[in-house]
């Protein structure tokens, strides 16, 4: 400025001599920089441009008092940058740049720009990933803006597989604003409800009258209004499993983890890294030492009694097929061979061993630990002791067993045909149904659940411990059961006939003698446990009420309990039960894969078990796995099954199968 001011001197001294020519002198000053920009980083940039029929000898620019002498740059541009150290902390708003320049005759013209300290709005919303909107509750978020901004636009987007459903609002809609420059949007204010039975990817985008779109993607979420299901508990993440004490979870950072339900501890059991394969192809099961899982990079992997342990390589293609108690079941080599591991002991079994099969290898556990399988190429069930139950034409499906009794479906292109084999040594044809599905019996207490199909639909039919047969379903469309990867055969009996089954979207309870009641969509899936029904959506565990709607029995912390323990207050503000720093790194499971209590691998990456794996044979679809989750025990029960079943068990015919 000092430069500046002795130079007007000058031209002071000069004004009579050079009065004709600054007549016709004029300043212009366009400013390009900042031009309703948004401040970042430690300076405000300032760029502008400068004419005069003279010669533009001062450029400056001045903000909050502060002023700096822009640099010529050529052409007539002049440029410099504000340091914000010297200016101090800029309140959040707009702030006015001036820029003035000046001739060497004195003149000057001046133009302004406006710099913006901002900061985006604030975005809440009253859903979690994988959380499931439900009878009651209404979606509900707000933009709320940095003052003095103000949010202008607020839009929640969910996406299904083929159809979009948006929730908006904006500056100029007629709904009013309970808080001045602050926007709501909620179910049923603009319009109707979400669909209820769909999963859908939830979006939430917002503007406000200065930056840019605000864009939050918060993932997978369930709507599923049924006034049958009330709301017991949410874990911290997607339900795989679940006892009367346990919930074993995949949360949307791709950390698998076991909580506890009573004091809210997590116990983290893996994290799975970006490199995997989707989060889709992780299941698994609760185990009484803790759990055991498919992992997304293809390993089976276990958490016993607080200790990471290697199941199967992945380079061997596991697949785990059944888990109950204390045993587990899983094949390599494209399912050529199957193994069993006792998890307490850590030691191996071969159950199967054929190179160049035809797959699936399928199999389930019995409460005590007995293991019965089969194969495409095996006309009967194999039991303990190698017992063989039943020789019939056809590909065999999974067979179920329940302690009491065991169950398989044979397969022949077109029917099933479905037989029950009794611990008296009785088999018992329960019926043929039109569908090829593996998943279609369910054995409890003694009861077993079946389809048969009446010529144009597959009905649910029951028997009885009794040996009584009854028709469950009468329906025009075929129903089917309600199924999970490591549960098949075993959720959908209740301890006194109660069957859960999916018919046209929706979910039923049937029993004898009585119209199936419906419960809700076919969302999730029904489990029955210590004498009630329970059905899991995302992270959500439900309650099946009476028709009634009587409340849940369940004593345990309800939705809003858990979301004032999580910090979310009224569940406004998307969060979870977890500090950052709790996030695991995935490096350092990498590290562990090969711990000293894993099984060894061989130099090729296949498992050493008590028979050398053979490789030649073809990947074919995996079968869907079953188990149940009650305690292991001593295998004398199945044995017991076995052996009463060794005299009806047929000699295998000798027949070609291609």
């Known amino acids: 400025m000092r430069t500046y001011r002795s130079h007007i001197g000058t031209s002071i001294a000069l004004a009579l001599s050079l009065a004709a020519q600054a007549a016709d002198a004029a300043v212009t000053v366009d400013i390009l920089q900042p031009l309703d920009t948004i401040i970042e980083g430690s300076t405000i940039p300032v760029r502008a441009a400068a004419s005069s029929p003279e010669d533009i000898y001062y450029v400056e620019a001045e903000l909050e008092g502060l002023t700096i002498e822009l640099t010529p740059t050529g052409d007539g541009y002049f440029e410099g940058a504000f340091d914000l150290g010297e200016l101090g902390e800029l309140p959040y708003g707009p ?49 709320v803006p940095t003052p003095p901004f103000e949010c202008i636009e607020l839009t929640a987007t969910f996406e299904t597989s083929d159809n979009r459903y948006q929730l908006y609002n ?43 779109v605000v864009s939050r993607t918060i993932g997978t979420i369930y709507v599923d209004r049924s006034p049958r299901l009330t709301a017991v508990q949410r874990a911290p993440g997607r339900i795989l499993d679940f006892d009367a004490t346990r919930f074993l979870f995949l949360d949307h950072r791709r950390r698998l983890g076991i909580f506890d339900r009573d004091t809210h501890q997590v116990t983290w059991v893996e994290a799975i890294p970006e490199w995997g394969n989707p989060l889709s192809s992780v299941y698994g099961a609760l185990t009484p030492s803790g759990s ?21 390589s992945g380079t061997a293609g596991p697949r785990l097929d059944a888990v109950n108690g204390d045993t587990v079941v899983w094949t390599v080599n494209g399912d050529d061979w199957a193994l069993t591991q006792s998890l307490s002991t850590g030691t191996n079994r071969t159950l199967w061993f054929e190179p160049g099969s ?45 302690g009491t009794n065991v169950a398989g479906r044979w397969w022949d292109g077109m029917t099933s045909s479905s037989y029950l084999y ?8 329960l019926g043929d149904s039109i569908t090829g599905t593996s998943a279609g019996l369910l054995l409890h207490d003694g009861h077993a659940a079946f389809l048969r199909s009446d010529g144009d639909a597959n009905q649910v039919w029951l028997r009885t411990p009794d040996g009584e047969q009854h ?84 004593a345990a912390p309800g939705i809003a309990e858990l979301a004032a323990a999580d910090g979310l207050g ?25 711990e000293p209590d894993a099984l060894p691998a061989s130099a090729d990456g296949s498992l050493l078990g008590d028979v050398d794996a053979d490789t030649r044979g073809d990947i074919a679809p995996a079968g869907a796995g079953c188990s149940t989750s009650g305690q292991a025990g001593s295998s004398g029960g199945a044995m017991g099954l076995a052996a009463a079943l060794v005299g009806l068990a047929l000699a295998r015919r000798g027949r070609a199968r291609s």
């Open 95 to 143: 702030h006015v740049v001036t820029v003035n320049a000046y001739n060497t005759y004195g003149e000057a013209a001046s133009a302004e720009g406006t710099a913006y300290q901002y900061a985006p709005p604030t975005l809440s919303w009253n859903v979690l990933p994988y959380d499931t909107i439900s009878n009651g509750m209404r979606f509900g978020a707000k933009c």
């Open 570 to 594: 009224e569940r406004e503000v998307l969060s979870t039960s977890f500090a950052e720093d709790e996030v695991l790194d995935s490096t350092v499971w990498a590290r562990d894969l090969h």
């Open 422 to 429: 009794t611990a008296d040594g009785e088999e018992v044809f």
């Open 358 to 402: 035809r797959s699936p290898f399928q199999a389930d556990v019995s409460p005590s630990g007995g293991i019965f399988f089969g194969t495409y190429e095996g006309a009967s069930i194999v039991g303990p002791g190698n017992a063989l139950l039943g020789d019939h034409a056809g590909n065999l499906q999974r067979p179920i067993t329940d």
């Open 170 to 212: 904006d500056a100029w809609s007629p709904y009013p604003r309970p808080v001045p420059d602050v926007l709501y949007i909620r179910e049923g204010q603009s319009g109707g409800y979400l669909p209820s039975g769909k999963t859908y990817t939830l979006t939430i985008t917002a503007r406000d009258d200065v930056g840019p």
């Open 292 to 312: 055991v899982h498919q992992s997304a990079t293809g390993y089976i992997l276990a958490w016993v009694a607080g200790v990471r342990r290697q199941i199967a």
């Open 471 to 554: 028709q469950i379903s009468d329906l025009p469309t075929s129903s089917q059961f309600d199924q999970a990867k490591l549960r098949v055969g075993h959720d959908g009996i209740s301890d006194t006939g109660e069957v859960v089954f999916l018919n046209g979207g929706k979910r039923y309870i049937g029993r004898p003698g009585g119209a199936p009641e419906q419960i809700n969509t076919d969302l999730g899936h029904a489990r029955w446990l210590d004498g009630s029904w329970y059905v899991t959506i995302g992270n959500t565990l439900f309650q099946v009420s009476s028709p009634a709607g009587s409340p849940a029995r369940l």
